[in-house]
């Protein structure tokens, strides 16, 4: 099988996720607003289409991988799946305890996937590096490094976040903004601390 290059994977999966977090700013809330009910369904969906491509290239990325590195993978989607249960669990409970407000619940259940994204990310790291490879080979080679991308991205988000709070826009939003932000720059700066053992270690 032919070998997918992780620069083209990251580049086209950052898209999809840009393009998730565009449609839930700008489309997804007009489901609320919008007078005919296909165009309600239609709006309220709409965040699933660029999720859907996201998959689809991690499955490919993984379908095209080596064996070892279909291990990392499969430890790694395995550690998420466990995250994901507890936090879902952790949510269920607290609904059944009438702790939670239904508004609460439905903003929870939209933060599963990206709770899962950032285990699945960690987790496959951690296991990379027991194995002794890199999980993005392909950082050395690029001008901008994987790391730098996803603090790049977070610094706009997080100015995106200031004037979301300065125009007082709603909770979900900011929140949705903020969790974001702080998801790639924690992200980012896991990347770049590995970034840096990795290269310190190849000089000494």
Request: charged share 20%; hydrophobic share 45%.
């Given at each position: 099988m032919?070998?997918?290059?992780?620069?083209?994977?990251?580049?086209?999966?950052?898209l999809a996720m840009l393009a998730y977090l565009v449609v839930v700013l700008l489309v997804w809330p007009l489901a609320r607003?919008?007078?005919?009910?296909?165009?309600?369904?239609?709006?309220?969906l709409a965040p699933i289409v660029p999720l859907a491509v996201a998959m689809g290239l991690m499955a490919r990325r993984i379908l095209h991988s080596d064996e070892l590195e279909q291990r990392t993978h499969l430890v790694g989607l395995g550690v998420a799946s466990g995250v994901v249960a507890l936090f879902s669990t952790v949510g269920g409970f607290l609904a059944s305890a009438?702790?939670?407000?239904?508004?609460?619940?439905?903003?929870?259940?939209?933060?599963?996937?990206?709770?899962?994204?950032?285990?699945?990310?960690?987790?496959?790291?951690?296991?990379?590096?027991?194995?002794?490879?890199?999980?993005?080979c392909d950082d050395?080679?690029?001008?901008?490094?994987?790391?730098?991308?996803?603090l790049g991205a977070a610094g706009l988000l997080g100015i995106?976040?200031?004037w979301g709070y300065y125009k007082s826009i709603d909770s979900f939003h900011l929140g949705l903004l903020s969790g974001t932000c702080a998801g790639l720059a924690v992200s980012g700066a896991l990347l770049g601390l590995l970034h840096w053992r990795r290269r310190r270690g190849s000089h000494e």
């Open positions: 032919t070998r997918i290059k992780y620069k083209s994977f990251q580049r086209n999966f950052l607003t919008v007078p005919s009910l296909p165009l309600k369904v239609l709006c309220a009438k702790l939670l407000s239904l508004d609460a619940c439905a903003n929870l259940l939209l933060w599963l996937f990206p709770v899962l994204m950032v285990s699945y990310g960690v987790a496959r790291l951690w296991v990379a590096r027991r194995y002794g490879i890199a999980a993005g050395e080679d690029e001008t901008f490094p994987t790391y730098q991308r996803l995106c976040t200031a």
